[in-house]
Structures are given as structure tokens and as C-alpha cells.
């Protein structure tokens, strides 16, 4: 099944190095070498090893936009850079083992950012940091203070809510689950163990939302063993390529502006479990 727009030149145009490093690594045309990718990179990395989350030259490092960074980079064999972010990733976490934005960033993070927060353990940041961890190694203690936290945050329902605080309300949020499901499989739980057992129905409950890319549960549902042939997996995959647009790009809810991330996300989703191929 072919994409409906070529996302290459939106990625080349709108991605960072990381993005393109991606796109090279399922068989795209990232318009510069992997050599020329990582130095980029690894031009980029702040002193204290983070990196920032946008194409500023200078500021604070960004917590998910280092963890994402350092995953890259140590896949694709830039090992000492990597160690360097996983050391600043490691510092991060918040008293309760999980991990927030930068605090340093608070600021710029508004009130309504749900996804986001320099205060609260952040549970898809969580997941994504103790992605970037685990890849790297040698931080398995703080994995798994994160794991533990997130084994614990898990909502009645069945799925996680955006924020593990008591102020937080008692909610399964869709935009959330993905990095959840990578962060726990990266620790050493297993597919099959009982923290997922009521995530298929909390996925359900919310089906009217996966028609938004960063709510769509396909990154989950493949992580957990879903064969592509499921009738679920072919809904979520229908529902991520017809919110694809003319631009070539995703957006994060259907019919927003399309952004690198959750393009990157779609492109090596469909592409890396041969659901969609590149133009």
C-alpha cells in the first residue's frame, strides 16, 4: 500500500537531523549522509550532553527531545554522543522515578499543555526516557524506579493518564499510550503481563479519537504483538494514512498543521512494519 503524498521533502524541509536519521533508517531519501546527519547532531548537543527540542542554537535541553535523541543516535552506532545524553537523562528524573520537562523550560509550557509538564512525572515522557535508557544501558536503576512508577500509575480503566499527580484527573489519555507501552517493553515487561490486560478496553472506550494521529493506538497495538493483519491494526492503519496531508506531513490532530514529529512517527511506523511503502 503506497502513502498518499511522498513525505520526503516535508521531512527534509521541516525535520531535524533526527527526524532524517529516521527516515534513512527504513530506506529514505533523508537528502544528506548518515555521516553528515550524526555531526550535525552531534554539533547540536548542548555541554551538559542534553539537547534542545527545536532548531534553536542555545537554550536548556528538552527531556523527550533528548530521550528520542539518544534512542537515534545509539541505533544508528553514534554511541559516545548517545552515552553523553543518557548520563543528562538520568539526572532528570523527579523524587518519584519519573520524568517532567525540564524545568528549566517551564516557562514556555502553557497552562492547557496537558501532554506536557515541568511539574509532574509526565507518563509518555517517562516511557520515552526509559526507552532512551535502556538502549544505552548502565542506568538500569533508574529505569526502573520509572517502570515501577508507571506499573503504579495505571489507571481503573485499564490505560494511563497524561500525568501521574493527585491532582490529575482519573482518565486514560490516548496521546499518552504509545510511549507507555515502549517504555515498559524496554524495562522488561513483558507483552503478555497483566499491566496490559485492561488496555484493549481503554483503547476501545476512546475509538472516536484515534482518527487523530497522536491518538491513533497503532504504535501500541504493533509493540504489544498485534499482527498486521488484525482487523484492528487495518482500521488504525486506514484512520493514520487518511489523516496524512497534501503536504506530505502529519499533523498531531487531524486537520492541524503537519509537524516532524509525528510525521517521523507515522513514516517509520507504516514503513518499518511494511503497512504503507515510501513513494
Known amino acids: 500500500m503506497a502513502l498518499r503524498y511522498d513525505p520526503q521533502p516535508y521531512l527534509k524541509k521541516a525535520g531535524l537531523p533526527r527526524h532524517l536519521l529516521e ?18 547532531l552531534a554539533a547540536s548537543q548542548n555541554a551538559d550532553g542534553s539537547f534542545r527540542g527545536g532548531r534553536a542554537d542555545s537554550g536548556p535541553g528538552s527531556v523527550p527531545a533528548t530521550a528520542a535523541t539518544v534512542d537515534v543516535l545509539w541505533r544508528a552506532g553514534a554511541e559516545e554522543v548517545a552515552a553523553r545524553g543518557a548520563a543528562w537523562l538520568a539526572a532528570m528524573p523527579r523524587p518519584d522515578g519519573g520524568f517532567a520537562e525540564n524545568p528549566a523550560l517551564a516557562a514556555t509550557l502553557k497552562p492547557e499543555w496537558a501532554w506536557f509538564s515541568a511539574e509532574n512525572a509526565v507518563t509518555w515522557i517517562t516511557g520515552e526516557a526509559m526507552l532512551g535508557l535502556a538502549a544505552v544501558g548502565n542506568h538500569d536503576a533508574v529505569v526502573n524506579r520509572a ?8 489507571n481503573r480503566d485499564g490505560g494511563w493518564p497524561g500525568q501521574v499527580s493527585p491532582s490529575y484527573p482519573d482518565r486514560t489519555d ?3 499510550i504509545p510511549g507507555v507501552v515502549r517504555g515498559l517493553l524496554a524495562a522488561g515487561i513483558a507483552a503478555n503481563h497483566d499491566v496490559f490486560a485492561g488496555l484493549g478496553g481503554a483503547l476501545q472506550r476512546q475509538k472516536d479519537h484515534w482518527r487523530n494521529p497522536v491518538e491513533n493506538p497503532l504504535p501500541a497495538l504493533l509493540a504489544l504483538g498485534r499482527r498486521t493483519s ?3 491494526v487495518q482500521e488504525c492503519v486506514k484512520l493514520l494514512l487518511d489523516a496524512q496531508n497534501a503536504d506530505g506531513g502529519w499533523p498531531y490532530l487531524a486537520g492541524g498543521e503537519s509537524h516532524p514529529n509525528p510525521t517521523t512517527d507515522a513514516v517509520t511506523l507504516l514503513v518499518r512494519y511494511r503497512l504503507a511503502a515510501l513513494a
Open 23 to 40: 527516515l534513512r533508517a527504513v530506506g529514505g531519501d533523508a537528502g544528506a549522509s548518515k555521516d553528515e546527519l550524526l555531526a550535525a
Open 147 to 154: 517502570r515501577n512508577l508507571l506499573l503504579r500509575a495505571r
Open 174 to 176: 490516548l496521546w499518552t
Open 230 to 232: 488484525d482487523a484492528e
